[in-house]
T-cell receptor
């Protein structure tokens, strides 16, 4: 059974700084997803990482996937207040359960002026 | 574009009462899911469906039942609500085994007193 672990769970940053959120998963996962959730809102898909070495970038966020290390990272460059949210990674199961996503506990990011 | 729609958005129940949460999607997706979100726990899968007429248990199915009589609808029932079921419930859908990106509804905030 796939287990997904994120760290840190809480992250307080200053505007302009860089930081990385880590997502480790326990078994083979065919795809890795990153979602964003604003307070009281639903989850919004940010990135889909499909293969080893995949890198995707959108604005100040960049996600990467290393399937050999079973690790995905979400890198934040020059943080701004608008990035404050909870970020979840989710792994797709392999084989017969590949349609189920298993989520990490989320990283609550607060960007301070 | 409606996407995934959940009703109701808020509900307060007394212990022992029953209710049904409705999820409707207009994307012709095969797979549908019910998750619950609790502080510090991430999203946990309650039940899911891989097609019309099918349902299966997820990680935390006890106290819940589901039905998928029509492809576009996935119902979550609480037969006898308990305070431990106070949570935010999210419905999601995805299209196929080769595209497991999940699209989420806006959530239902349920309080059981």
């Amino acid at each position: 059974e796939l287990k997904v672990e994120q760290n840190p769970l809480f992250l307080s940053m200053q505007e302009g700084k860089n930081y990385t959120i880590y997502c480790n998963y326990s078994t083979t996962s065919d795809r890795l997803y990153w979602y964003r959730q604003d307070p009281g809102k639903s989850l919004e898909s940010l990135f889909v990482l499909l293969s080893n070495g995949a890198v995707k970038q959108e604005g100040r966020l960049m996600a990467s996937l290393d399937t050999k290390a079973r690790l995905s990272t979400l890198h934040i460059t020059a943080a701004v207040h608008d990035l404050s949210a909870t970020y979840f990674c989710a792994g797709e199961g392999s084989g017969g359960s590949n349609y189920k996503l298993t989520f990490g506990k989320g990283t609550l990011l607060t960007v301070n002026p | 574009n409606a996407g995934v729609t959940q009703t109701p958005k808020f509900r307060v129940l007394k212990t022992g009462q029953s209710m049904t949460l409705l999820c409707a999607q207009d994307m012709n997706h095969e797979y549908m899911y019910w998750y619950r979100q609790d502080p510090g726990m991430g999203l946990r899968l309650i039940h899911y469906s891989v097609g019309e007429g099918t349902t299966a248990k997820g990680e935390v199915p006890d106290g819940y039942n589901v039905s998928r009589l029509k492809k576009q609808n996935f119902l979550l029932g609480l037969e006898s609500a308990a305070p431990s079921q106070t949570s935010v419930y999210f419905c999601a859908s995805s299209s196929s085994p080769t595209n497991t990106e999940a699209f989420f509804g806006q959530g239902t905030r349920l309080t059981v007193v």
